[in-house]
Nanobody, 125 residues
């Protein structure tokens, strides 16, 4: 099994920055994709960004391009989500997730096999 633990959430003012971390442990694979999603109250879980661990290619949802950056540290088995210029509408629970194999474009929740417990991000206006 794979365990994912997110951290770094909290309260931030609009226009500020926050960096989320997701540490992976347990069974590992040679290549996979890590992704970040978020879910606001009463809404569906939404894709934000993903990175393939083997090649490091990334893709982003259009609405976060230019503001959010996904990156990874192989040595620490950790993926990050740098969030800049945050807005009140970014308020949500943020989840990291991992696939069982490398998927170049993985934007759907069903493509991911492992999920973290989520971390709350609240942006005040």
């Amino acid at each position: 099994q794979v365990q994912l633990v997110e951290s770094g959430g909290g309260l931030v003012q609009a226009g500020g920055s926050l960096r989320l971390s997701c540490a992976a442990s347990g069974r590992t694979f040679s290549s996979y994709t890590m992704g970040w999603f978020r879910q606001a109250p009463g809404k569906e879980r939404k894709f934000l960004a993903a990175i393939t661990w083997s090649g490091g290619s990334t893709n982003y949802a259009d609405f976060v391009k230019g503001r959010f950056t996904i990156s990874g540290d192989n040595a620490k088995n950790t993926v990050y989500l740098q969030m800049n210029s945050v807005k009140p509408e970014d308020t949500a629970v943020y989840y990291c997730a991992r696939t069982s194999r490398a998927i170049r474009i993985a934007t759907m929740t069903w493509q991911y096999d492992y999920w973290g417990q989520g971390t709350q991000v609240t942006v005040s206006s």
